[in-house]
């Protein structure tokens, strides 16, 4: 067999061993293929579970709702607000720990209230590799992460959710809205929504990777490297500016290194 058809059967081994389970859901790549994976061996002894925040944009959840329809999984959906947690809002290194921490002791407790074994979340391989406060709240909860567990890098995971017909596979990364602000900016209702309404901008546009970078009067607009080019030009450029200016920014820039993941990271990790 090959690697991949091997890591294949391993996570589909961990999940009959755990045999039933709660798995926070946001409709992302990672998320998306663990569900069906274990709803396929496991049934209705899997449940998904979905917070909605003002962290999470509505076009997510309107995608990660059809998603577990289209599965046929029962989904729960739940409010949450991470302004609400302290030390979320300030900002602090270890902003998403707080986050993690209170959104998956809620999925404990619901899974222990329908009687499921275990929570699962999507982290994968990569995420080893990047700087991850939420990792510890997964330890400290005794969350279980099946797809880390047998081995998948993000590249797998896509290539095995195309040859599974999911339509994420190629889908782009997605982070929360407050991966968008500094370490120490302070995170506001209004400035995710001045964010999350730039970023849908550039979703109608047909972008298809893209971040918006809160930087107080400057929006940093961060864009798959085969798409730079396009923005760039005159009409496209000036209905950009125009609309963020409009949003409340008043300087818009352009990465010219292009997306790449947590790269709010960077000053922590000097890449």
Known sequence: MSELTEKFATLQRIIREMGSMLIGFSGGVDSTLLLR?????????????????????????????????????????????????????????????????????????????????????????????????????????????????????????????????????????????????????????????QVGACEEYLRELGFAVYRVRYHGETARIELGEEELERLLAPGVRREVVSFFKKAGFTYVALDLEGYRSGSMNEPLTGE
Not at 113 to 138: I, T, Y
């Open 37 to 193: 994976v274990a709803y396929n061996l496991l049934g209705d002894r899997v449940v998904a579970l979905t917070a909605t925040s003002p962290t999470y944009p509505e076009s997510e959840f309107q995608a990660a709702e059809a998603l577990a329809r289209e599965i046929g999984v029962r989904q729960l959906v739940v409010e949450s607000n991470e302004l609400a947690i302290p030390g979320f809002a300030a900002n602090p290194r270890d902003r998403c720990y707080h986050c993690k921490k209170e959104l998956l002791q809620l999925c404990r407790d619901r899974a222990a209230a329908l009687g499921l074994a275990w929570v699962a979340d999507g982290s994968n391989l990569d995420d080893l590799g990047d700087f991850r406060p939420g990792r510890e709240a997964v330890r400290e909860l005794g969350v279980r992460s099946p797809l880390l567990e047998a081995g998948l890098t993000k590249a797998e995971i896509r290539e095995l959710s195309r040859r599974l017909g999911l339509p994420t596979w190629d889908k782009q990364p997605f982070a929360c809205l407050a991966s968008r602000f500094p370490y120490g900016t302070e995170i506001t209702l209004a400035r995710l929504r």
